[in-house]
Each structure stands twice: as C-alpha cells, then as structure tokens.
Nanobody, 112 residues
C-alpha cells in the first residue's frame, strides 16, 4: 500500500491550498480516508474524515474552512483548505481508516 500526499507549501494567511493523497495497493472505494496534521511539539490530530459513501466529519478548528472530498476513479482524497491561519501550519498526513497505512506527509506553512 502506498499513499502519496502532495499540494503543500507556503501560503499567506487567508490563502488557500488543496492537498491530494493518491492511494495505490488498496481497493480505495471501500475505505474511509482521513487527513491528520502534526504541528511542531504537538500531538498529531485528526482534521477531517470521509467515509466510503462520502460522509464527512471535521475537527471544530477547521469547520467551514476545510473540505474533504474523494475521487474513487482516481483513488485520491483531497483536502481543500481555505481561509488559512498561522495555526494551521503543520505536516499534513493522509491515513486509511482502520489501518496503519499512512502517507509520508506534506508540509503546510501559513505565514506572511
């Protein structure tokens, strides 16, 4: 199983980024997918989840700003991040629900 994140980078406060996580080696459509993040010296936290039927859940800190989606034809899950804040700075990881399959992470830095 391989999960490859992309789309991170440096963005100014108030800006937007879209993260992608491309999965291979699994039957993607039957699994829920998750985005986590880990800031320096903080615990990894769940940011957003999407079920196999596209039900979604979000951490309170990102509700209304972040949106998770999936494209089963492309075996890819996305995280659209809007109105970014400096406190969103972290390494973002995708994970397959109910497994220990993690991506390698992509850095998001929100700074002026």
């Amino acid at each position: 199983v391989q999960l490859v994140e992309s789309g991170g980078g440096l963005v100014q406060p108030g800006g937007s980024l879209r993260l992608s996580c491309a999965a291979s080696g699994i039957t993607f459509s039957i699994y829920g997918m998750n985005w986590y993040r880990q800031a320096p010296e903080k615990q990894r936290e769940l940011v957003a989840s999407i079920g196999s039927r596209s039900s979604t859940n979000y951490a309170d800190s990102v509700k209304g700003r972040f949106f998770i989606s999936r494209d089963n034809d492309k075996n890819t899950v996305y995280l659209q991040m809007n109105s970014l804040k400096p406190e969103d700075t972290a390494v973002y990881y995708c994970k397959v629900t109910g497994t220990t399959y993690w991506g390698q992470g992509t850095q998001v830095t929100v700074s002026s």
